[in-house]
Structures are given as structure tokens and as C-alpha cells.
């Protein structure tokens, strides 16, 4: 079983940028796909980014062009590049990983918390106004 651990949240102005990145233990997780999802107050937590295991992405609408996943199968990492943040990108940020997968995956098959069998514990992120 892999361990999943977030780092890199923190408190940034709107406009910033912050680098979370997403370290596995265990065994390596380069045979599934890593996921990011966030969870705002009150709020059910939502997709945000994902990586097949071949390195096809996909985002949500809310964060394209903003932010950027990407993974290092020698580090046994993922990270995600969080651009020209706003107020509303505040949540905690959680990665996730599916068992192994198919080469190629959908942004629906990323999109779905059902595909992730295992899970970080979360860092925030708070962006000001």
C-alpha cells in the first residue's frame, strides 16, 4: 500500500504562486494515476488536476491555464504549479492515487474520486484578497 504526503501549502496573496508537491512511500506509484483535488469550507471536495500513468493531464475548468500537474516516476513525486492564485483557490489540497491503471487515462476516469484508492492527509492553501 502506498502512503501519500502533501507539502508545500501555505499563505499567499492573490496573484502568487505555490508549489505542492505530493511525496508516495511504500511503493513506488508510478503504474497509477495521481490526482488533486481541494476541499473549501463547506464545500464537497472538487477535482482539480490529474496525471495518467502515461502523463496525459487533465484540469478543471476553474484552474486551466493556471495551474500545471506534472510527476517524477525517479523521485516517486507529483507536484502541482499553482499560478496567479485568487481568493477562491483557498482549500485544503489533497492528492491521491489510483492502483494500477491503463496507460492512457480520461478526465472523467481522473475527475472521479471513486478512482483513488489512496489519499493524503491535505495542506492548505489560503490565498488574501
Known amino acids: 500500500q502506498v502512503q501519500l504526503v502533501e507539502s508545500g501549502g501555505g499563505l499567499v496573496q492573490a496573484g502568487g504562486s505555490l508549489r505542492l508537491t505530493c511525496a508516495a512511500s511504500g511503493r513506488t506509484f508510478s503504474e497509477a494515476a495521481v490526482g488533486w483535488f481541494r476541499q473549501a469550507p463547506g464545500q464537497e471536495r472538487e477535482f482539480v488536476a490529474g496525471?495518467?500513468?502515461?502523463?496525459?493531464?487533465h484540469y478543471a475548468d476553474s484552474v486551466k491555464g493556471r495551474f500545471t500537474i506534472s510527476r517524477d516516476s525517479a523521485k516517486n513525486t507529483a507536484s502541482l504549479q499553482m499560478n496567479s492564485l485568487k481568493p477562491d483557490d483557498t482549500a485544503v489540497y489533497y492528492c491521491a492515487a489510483t492502483s494500477r491503471t491503463a496507460f492512457y487515462a480520461t478526465l472523467r476516469y481522473l475527475a472521479s474520486q471513486k478512482s483513488y484508492v489512496t489519499w493524503g492527509q491535505g495542506t492548505q492553501v489560503t490565498v488574501s484578497s
Open positions: 496525471i495518467g500513468r502515461g502523463g496525459d493531464t
